[in-house]
């Protein structure tokens, strides 16, 4: 095949494709035209209607008024609806009189609700008492006591035949135009196929597989010419500019809409209406514990709940429910799962998310509700069980009152130590708790606290050694690592045996240093380990011997410790013993 052949069917594909595009474009700009023409000419025809019916409401009997439907219907060629305000049909062209009881309330109908809330409306849809596609427009009559519509429709398979009309005569203009440009091209193509061989030869590199332009294409053109050759070079070289804009900004949408999307935190999944997944986001696989979902359908996840939802959702439209999935590591997770069906596309949005943090947070609370009030519950006992044997007899008893009064003294002290110590946790959750963090000596600090606690090691004959690293500078709060380091060794103190020793030890682990503090207690089983820093929790072991405790100091020390940049932990020591240690930022100096 020759150049000239060649250019000669480039031309005429060209030709084609764009005649083709134009085609879609006037079918389009004349199909909006002719709906608003339609649509203009209903809403004439309306008011003329409103004009005739001042007041729906006042003409009487139902036979009056579908005969007087009847009528308007017949001389405007249209289905004409009078409609009360309450939305009850009182007349109806297309409706045999003793059929009109029978239609349904048109109050919520979409046009009606939009006559009402702005005096006209109109749509298009599909009539369940004529069944077929109508175009429908309502408008309110002009009645101000008690506004009612009246509504004209035709059916929408006449608009589609006067535009089918229409696209028939567009396509024998496109055909008959692509005929005379086809001879109008192989003509040209056998006078100036030498001139034309370079342009055709870059349109038709002029985009890859991903529609970009080439540059080198670009630069093929002839655009430097003067003569029609050189305007299309130059309109072909902008197009291809302009398409790679848009195809960049395009693209650049997509990729932001998908970051948004991952970044809600939320799981979101798109099914068709047959329930399979043509869209997943990142957030989805990670709350699901599930991987390559698009293509599936949701009942192949294999997920109970999610398939009840999908049912609930094709009869109500929207669902939702709280399920629980097991994950790899035995533990679970519970999910809220919503879904809804769009009403346009009838796809199914399904958002999940993640509630476990929700629901522990929630029965953290009960639990805490639970274990103030059986905190309080034993000291306020003892008070008030102490206060009405002194008012009923012991006060005239010296001795008697003297212990009944320390009874109360001590509960008293409980009670106060445990409101204080619940303020503290209060404030350090609020972030009003202010701290001074500055450069502070460990070993100082450790020593104060080893000598302010020495009494308690007296008294059971426990020592304590300290193994720390000398020099060594962290950042905290002066009063929280005094507060810190005083709970952790006076618990040491408590749960040791006599005659036992406690140790303090220091050792740098990255840009933390590492404080720990062994004791010689019977250790902690593991079980208990996870719930040793909650708020009131106390060991069985403690709960068993006579060591009197609010089961707060361990959560502050956490809190403390957190608000500090620091972690906290526990672990049993070999061969007994609990090691309890927390970490601080060391000084980068």
């Known amino acids: 095949m020759g150049i000239g052949s060649r250019l000669f069917l480039i031309i005429f594909i060209s030709l084609g494709l764009g005649i083709f595009v134009s085609y879609i474009i006037a079918e389009r700009d004349i199909t909006d035209t002719f709906q608003k023409h339609i649509i203009n000419e209903l809403q004439n025809q309306a008011s003329l209607l409103a004009e005739v019916v001042d007041e729906v409401d006042s003409i009487g009997d139902l036979d009056a008024s579908d005969s007087l439907a009847d009528r308007l219907g017949s001389a405007s060629n249209?289905?004409?609806?009078?409609?009360?305000?309450?939305?009850?049909?009182?007349?109806?062209?297309?409706?045999?009189?003793?059929?009109?009881?029978?239609?349904?309330?048109?109050?919520?109908?979409?046009?009606?609700?939009?006559?009402?809330?702005?005096?006209?409306?109109?749509?298009?849809?599909?009539?369940?008492?004529?069944?077929?596609?109508?175009?429908?427009?309502?408008?309110?009559?002009n009645n101000d006591v008690s506004p009612n519509v009246i509504r004209i429709a035709v059916p929408y398979v006449n608009v589609d035949s006067a535009i089918g009309s229409l696209n028939l005569s567009i396509i024998l203009i496109a055909l008959v135009a692509f005929i005379v440009t086809s001879i109008a091209s192989g003509i040209a193509a056998n006078y100036a196929y030498r001139s034309i061989a370079d342009l055709a030869y870059a349109t038709s590199k002029i985009a890859d597989a991903d529609g970009k332009a080439k540059k080198k294409?670009?630069?093929?053109?002839?655009?430097?010419?003067?003569?029609?050759?050189?305007?299309?070079?130059?309109?072909?070289?902008?197009?291809?500019e302009e398409l790679k804009s848009k195809i960049n900004l395009i693209a650049k949408q997509r990729d932001q809409f998908g970051s948004v999307l991952d970044d809600l935190g939320e799981g979101i999944i798109v099914a068709d209406i047959g329930g399979k997944i043509t869209y997943e986001n990142e957030q989805v696989s990670l709350i699901l514990n599930?991987?390559?979902?698009?293509?599936?359908?949701?009942?192949?996840?294999?997920?109970?709940?999610?398939?009840?939802?999908?049912?609930?959702?094709k009869k109500k439209k929207r669902a939702d429910i709280e399920f629980e999935i097991e994950l790899d590591d035995r533990s679970t997770r519970w999910v809220l799962a919503t879904i809804n069906q769009s009403k346009t596309t009838k796809e199914f949005i399904l958002v999940v998310h993640d509630?476990?943090?929700?629901?522990?947070?929630?029965?953290?609370?009960?639990?805490?509700i639970s274990n103030v009030s059986h905190e309080l519950r034993t000291p306020v006992s003892v008070i008030m069980a102490n206060a009405e044997t002194l008012v009923d007899r012991a006060l005239e008893d010296k001795k008697q009152a003297k212990v009944?009064?320390?009874?109360?003294?001590?509960?008293?002290q409980r009670l106060s130590d445990?409101?204080?110590?619940?303020?503290?946790?209060?404030?350090?959750?609020?972030?009003?708790?202010?701290?001074?963090?500055?450069?502070?000596?460990?070993?100082?600090?450790?020593?104060?606290?080893?000598?302010?606690?020495?009494?308690?090691?007296?008294?059971?004959?426990?020592?304590?050694?300290?193994?720390?690293?000398?020099?060594?500078?962290?950042?905290?709060?002066?009063?929280?690592?005094?507060?810190?380091?005083?709970?952790?060794?006076?618990?040491?103190?408590?749960?040791?045996?006599?005659?036992?020793?406690?140790?303090?030890?220091?050792?740098k682990v990255k840009d933390h240093l590492e404080i720990s503090v062994k004791d010689s207690g019977r250790g902690i089983p593991d079980q208990?380990?996870?719930?040793?820093?909650?708020?009131?929790?106390?060991?069985?072991?403690?709960?068993?011997?006579?060591?009197?405790?609010?089961?707060?100091?361990?959560a502050i020390v956490k809190n403390l410790v957190n608000n500090l940049n620091g972690e906290v932990g526990v672990k049993n020591s070999t061969p007994q013993g609990s090691i309890f240690w927390f970490s601080l930022p060391l000084t980068t100096s």
């Not at 509630?355 to 805490?368: C, G, P, V």
Request: charged letters at 30%; glycine letters at 6%; aromatic letters at 8%.
């Open 217 to 240: 294409d670009l630069k093929a053109l002839p655009t430097e010419r003067t003569d029609e050759f050189g305007n299309v070079a130059q309109s072909v070289s902008q197009i291809s």
């Open 404 to 412: 009944f009064s320390k009874a109360i003294l001590h509960n008293a």
């Open 528 to 554: 208990e380990q996870d719930y040793l820093f909650d708020r009131f929790y106390r060991t069985a072991e403690a709960r068993a011997t006579d060591e009197k405790g609010s089961g707060l100091g361990l």
């Open 418 to 507: 445990m409101v204080s110590s619940l303020l503290d946790l209060s404030r350090i959750d609020y972030g009003e708790l202010k701290l001074n963090i500055e450069e502070l000596h460990i070993n100082e600090h450790i020593n104060k606290a080893i000598d302010s606690l020495k009494n308690l090691g007296k008294r059971k004959n426990i020592s304590i050694s300290c193994s720390c690293s000398k020099g060594k500078i962290v950042l905290a709060d002066k009063n929280a690592l005094e507060r810190i380091l005083n709970n952790l060794i006076e618990n040491a103190f408590k749960y040791s045996e006599s005659g036992s020793t406690i140790n303090i030890s220091t050792r």
């Open 78 to 141: 249209s289905r004409v609806t009078l409609i009360l305000s309450d939305g009850r049909v009182i007349g109806d062209s297309d409706v045999d009189t003793q059929n009109i009881n029978n239609l349904d309330n048109h109050f919520n109908r979409p046009e009606v609700q939009d006559a009402f809330l702005k005096g006209k409306g109109w749509s298009i849809r599909y009539s369940d008492t004529v069944k077929q596609q109508q175009m429908y427009y309502a408008i309110l009559d």
């Open 355 to 368: 509630i476990t943090q929700l629901r522990r947070f929630s029965s953290m609370r009960r639990d805490f």
């Open 290 to 313: 599930k991987n390559e979902l698009i293509g599936k359908k949701i009942t192949d996840l294999n997920i109970k709940s999610l398939n009840y939802l999908l049912k609930r959702a």
